[in-house]
């Protein structure tokens, strides 16, 4: 599907409200169709988020992201420095069972995130770097290809933006369908998604269902927020720097 105008810049902000895949145990693998953010329903594999979550979910999340925010501070003063795939992906990977813990008819946002991850985990297999893997892709004229290892980057990117805004779950789910999936869904899909909002868990219960408590839950969701902006200005000025826009 063609793109449908140009997205607004997504403004600054995230947390760790919503994430799956490594965070799950006793994984069960099942295949299901999935409409993304480019309106293309494809067949994946997912891991059911209905088993057992695991309960320091959270702490590995704000651990990955600190040390990835030390390889971008590294960076900055060092040009062998470099964000490798292998470890973003990883991060990333423990961004998504919140997502099923959501509800199961936002289950199309976990899906999608969770493709993209794991095309980059894939991608780790042939490119050390975050900026080799996009300079193939602009070796190649394949940057804004739907599916491509560049493409996915961005979107992970800024997905990861949408989530965590404020106290509400409910507005950030809004928010990220919003801005990535509505303009590519019909008007049938776009009222079923409004009429599920008020269903989506407070944060209060999420925390319950990772057995944490509030205090401790936003202690480590602030430490994942305060390490995440460098990390994602790092991956803007990939793009930017080859001159590469990031608003599409």
């Not at 008819?105 to 900026?131: G, P, Q």
């Not at 999936?181 to 407070?202: D, E, M, N, Q, Y």
């Not at 994942?224 to 460098?230: G, K, M, R």
């Amino acid at each position: 599907m063609a793109e449908v105008g140009e997205r607004k810049k997504l403004s600054h902000g995230l947390l760790s409200c919503f994430f799956c895949g490594h965070g799950i145990t006793k994984e069960e693998p099942v295949q299901s169709a999935v409409s993304d953010e480019d309106g293309i329903t494809t067949r994946s594999s997912r891991t059911s988020t209905a088993a057992a979550v695991d309960h320091n979910l959270l702490g590995k999340i704000a651990d990955a992201f600190k040390e990835l925010a030390e390889v971008v501070a590294a960076a900055s003063n060092n040009a062998e420095e470099a964000v490798e795939v292998a470890a973003f992906s990883r991060a990333c990977s423990f961004v998504a069972p919140l997502f099923g813990l959501v509800g199961f008819h936002f289950k199309f946002i976990e899906m999608d995130y969770v493709t993209k991850v794991n095309d980059l985990m894939e991608a780790s297999k042939s490119f050390k770097t975050l900026e080799s893997m996009v300079d193939e892709d602009v070796k190649t004229n394949t940057v804004r290809k739907q599916g491509s290892h560049s493409r996915n980057l961005l979107k992970i990117k800024q997905e990861n933006l949408c989530f965590g805004r404020g106290n509400s779950v409910r507005d950030a789910v809004s928010k990220a369908y919003t801005e990535i999936f509505h303009l590519h869904h019909g008007w049938a899909l776009r009222k079923a998604v409004s009429s599920r909002l008020h269903h989506i868990p407070t944060k209060q219960q999420l925390f319950r269902k990772l057995n944490q408590d509030e205090s401790s839950g936003r202690v480590l969701m602030q430490a994942y927020v305060t390490a995440s902006p460098a990390l994602l200005q790092y991956i803007d000025n990939i793009f930017l720097s080859r001159e590469l826009g990031i608003d599409w």
